[in-house]
């Protein structure tokens, strides 16, 4: 998701003084945490949650990546 869909998604969804949990990755987040992940296992790992369901994605987005960078 780009921060530009995800800002309209919280602005339609939330009043602006609402407080919410947030969690997000970023490219930054995801490469420290394995050797050797690059831009194309990061283009992959965001295509794998284009459709997503936002509870989810904190349960499996490691896994994901783990399961990107052995095969790849």
């Known amino acids: 998701m780009k921060v530009k869909e995800l800002i309209k998604h919280l ?4 009043n602006l003084d609402d407080e919410i949990i947030v969690a997000y990755y970023s490219y930054a987040d995801v490469c420290d945490s ?9 283009q992959e790992l965001v295509s794998r949650y284009a459709d997503y369901e936002y509870d989810l994605i ?10 990107i960078i052995n095969d790849g």
Request: aromatic share 22%; no cysteine.
């Open 11 to 14: 602005k339609k969804y939330n």
């Open 34 to 42: 394995f050797d050797g992940f690059n831009q194309t296992h990061w």
């Open 58 to 67: 904190g349960d499996d987005l490691y896994s994901n990546a783990h399961e």
